[in-house]
């Protein structure tokens, strides 16, 4: 995801087996998912268990008990329990920046190394807690955490996974998020329940075990042949890829790694090649994807679940049973991704999702506009059923659509001289707007009450129609071939590629403007509708 280069794009399939330590490395590696998953999901239960609120955010828990000023849309409408949630993010978009430049001259074990080291000292204090500035700080450091693990496990993933199986292999950090989430919400579920008001301690000190998984991980995988290639290893390189590979016979993959190196270095100014004409389609869409990938409302729901469901009047050891179920469903709707995104097509999976994911929102606002009031006592069960129903289908919806693909597409479109550049805006946008999401919802809640629904569908009305006209298929396309193939067949885009093509890229990936006879997209307004 930082800087450094990728040889995933390369049509020819290099000799390689599925090796044993493949299989570990990536296991380990994607631990840091798992991390980052828990901490999703823990902060969630947490602020909705009493003991927690007492201690930290005695304002919250004292609106939370007088029924004068109970109101169910605003009792947990608190800048500072906001902040709790959303330091993290802010901390990890701070620390994208340092792990770019980690892992790009130190190579992704120390990258993973150092979240490790983050996430352990971060469960710690938060275990620890003894006031609100401890709480914070720590989230801040396991915000660093987060910022390094999102940029080199991705990365190591796809540079060691053999090509045959590295989009299911990338697909398994998302996963492990996903699990990550479904593991958070069985312990709150779990801790609510323990006498002494000491549970909520146990939930931030569990998030240690996938802390210590991702940092032994890092002190057992080997470093990627890119990597070392790249920090100018050469030997060490080859070592390494004829042991993952489990063949002798890797001379034309390392030399292509070799080449993709070179042209990797000769670009001086990745940022600046960013903004050249021919690039901004990539530019937009990943940009835009990150954004609207937020703007779903998925993780306002996924951080808040308990809490939502409990301002719903489900009660709380209820709300977390229902975050529970929510949680399950993203793993297994996660799972369906992997198997289908290569079948069915990155456009249908959106725009399926987007159909869903708008109507499970209208219903939900229907159902709280007609039953539950400001100041009501309960949501009738029936409705209470059907609300977590339609929360599920959302869930679902975005799992196997918008959470992996908001970053599988960025990452297969960005051409190889700009892709470092390109994944660092893509992470940076996406931790940006997932911090401004997760600070604002809880007051977003309390002023739209019902409406949040219809604002966030808005959204997912507004993402479908870009989809629709602007987002191109990528299935089965090799990286070097994009140009060609995908955007000098666009529509619109073409226009960014053909006014400057043969004056700067003419000869990016060899073709020399020349058109390949590959399938036309085609992707005109007239046809689409």
């Known amino acids: 995801m930082a800087g450094g280069f990728s040889s995933t794009g390369g049509g020819s399939e290099f000799e390689a087996k599925i090796t044993p330590i493949v299989i570990i490395s990536c ?60 330091s993290l993010y802010l901390a990890g978009l701070t620390a994208t920046f340092a792990a770019s430049y980690t892992t790009r001259n130190y190579g992704r074990r120390p990258s993973m190394l150092i979240a490790g080291c983050f996430f352990i000292v971060g469960t710690i204090l938060n275990a620890a807690a003894q006031d609100l500035a401890m709480l914070i700080i720590g989230r801040i450091l396991l915000g660093c955490g987060v910022g390094f693990a999102n940029q080199a496990v991705p990365l190591f993933l796809s540079e060691i996974a053999p090509t045959r199986i590295r989009g ?32 909520w301690r146990l939930s931030l000190g569990l998030a240690g075990i996938p802390a210590g998984l991702l940092t032994l991980g890092a002190l057992l995988v080997v470093d990627t042949p890119n990597s070392l290639v790249e920090r100018g290893r ?15 016979n890797v001379e034309p993959e390392f030399l292509e ?34 954004i609207f990938q937020q703007c779903t409302g998925i993780n306002a729901i996924m951080f808040y679940a308990p809490v939502l469901f409990d301002t719903l009047g489900f009660g709380n050891d209820a709300a977390l049973y229902s975050a529970v179920i929510t949680g399950a469903v993203n793993v297994l ?18 725009l399926e999702a987007g159909v869903q994911m708008f109507l499970s929102q209208v219903v939900i606002a229907i159902i709280l506009g007609i039953k539950v009031k400001d100041h009501n ?119 960014y590629i053909d006014a400057d093509y043969h004056t700067e890229g003419a000869n990016i990936d060899g073709t020399n403007g020349a058109k390949k006879n590959g399938h036309s997209n085609g992707f005109d307004p007239v046809t689409q509708l």
């Not at 005695?58 to 800048?79: E, F, G, H, W």
């Not at 990338?170 to 549970?199: D, H, P, R, S």
């Not at 790694?257 to 990539?282: I, T, W, Y």
């Open 27 to 86: 296991i380990m590696a994607a631990t840091g998912g798992l991390m980052f998953g828990y901490d999703v999901g823990v902060s969630g239960g947490v602020t909705s268990m009493p003991p927690f609120l007492k201690k930290f955010f005695p304002t919250v828990y004292r609106k939370t008990l007088d029924p004068a000023i109970n109101s169910n849309y605003c009792k947990y409408d608190n800048q500072g329990l906001q902040l709790f949630t959303s």
């Open 168 to 199: 299911g292999l990338n697909i398994l950090f998302q996963l492990n998020i996903t699990i990550g989430i479904l593991f958070a919400n069985l312990v709150n579920y779990g801790t609510n329940k323990i006498t002494g008001g000491w549970g």
């Open 234 to 248: 050469l030997e060490e390189g080859k070592a390494v890829l004829r042991r993952i590979r489990g063949t002798d």
């Open 257 to 290: 790694l070799v080449e993709a190196s070179r042209v990797a270095k000769e670009v001086k100014h990745p940022f600046r090649n960013l903004l050249h004409r021919r690039n901004r389609p990539q530019l937009v869409i990943a940009v835009a994807l990150q």
């Open 333 to 350: 709707s996660t799972v369906i991704s992997i198997y289908s995104v290569d079948k069915v097509g990155r456009r249908m999976l959106l």
């Open 377 to 495: 006592d309960d949501l009738q069960k029936g409705f209470a059923v059907l609300v977590v129903i339609m929360i599920c289908t959302f869930v679902s919806a975005f799992a196997w659509s918008w959470g992996p693909l908001g970053w599988l597409i960025p990452s297969e479109t960005f051409p190889l001289e700009t892709r470092s550049a390109g994944q660092s805006v893509t992470v940076c946008t996406n931790l940006l707007f997932t911090f401004v999401i997760a600070q604002a919802f809880l007051s977003m809640l309390c002023h739209f009450k019902f409406g949040i629904f219809l604002f966030f569908a808005g959204w997912v009305l507004i993402m479908s129609i870009f989809v629709l006209f602007l987002v191109p298929e990528t299935k089965n396309i090799p990286i070097e071939e994009m140009t060609e193939r995908v955007w000098r067949q666009h529509w619109l885009w073409k226009k």
